[in-house]
């Protein structure tokens, strides 16, 4: 079992950043891939951003450019960096974690963080 904790969330003007980090804990022992997803209300969850155990990185559209996912294996935790964020960004985004990589359905992610809320004002 992975448990995956978020932290980072807040309520920024348009143009502002925000920086999230997830702490995975428990069989951690194992490469995962790691990705960020959001859901605005009444909305299905989407896909934002991944990073394979070994660095490598996908993006949705929408957050490409603005948004930068990273990892610290040694730390066993994942980062989003949002830049020049929009009121569309505002959602709870989620972090999650699967052994098999890389995949931006989010039915392929066994383990998933409690959720944190953004807020992007206009």
């Known amino acids: 079992q992975v448990h995956l904790i978020e932290s980072g969330g807040g309520l920024v003007q348009a143009g502002g950043s925000l920086r999230f980090s997830c702490a995975a804990s428990g069989r951690t022992q194992s490469n995962y891939a790691m990705a960020w997803f959001r859901q605005a209300p009444g909305m299905e969850r989407e896909f934002v951003a991944l990073i394979s155990w070994a660095g490598n990185t996908q993006y949705a559209d929408a957050v490409k450019g603005r948004f930068t996912i990273t990892r610290d294996n040694a730390r066993n935790t994942a980062y989003l960096q949002m830049d020049n964020l929009k009121p569309e960004d505002t959602a709870v985004y989620y972090c999650?974690?699967?052994?098999?990589?890389?995949?931006?359905?989010?039915?392929?992610?066994?383990?998933w963080g409690p959720g944190t809320q953004v807020a992007v004002s206009s």
């Open positions: 999650a974690a699967t052994v098999v990589c890389c995949f931006t359905s989010p039915a392929r992610y066994d383990y």
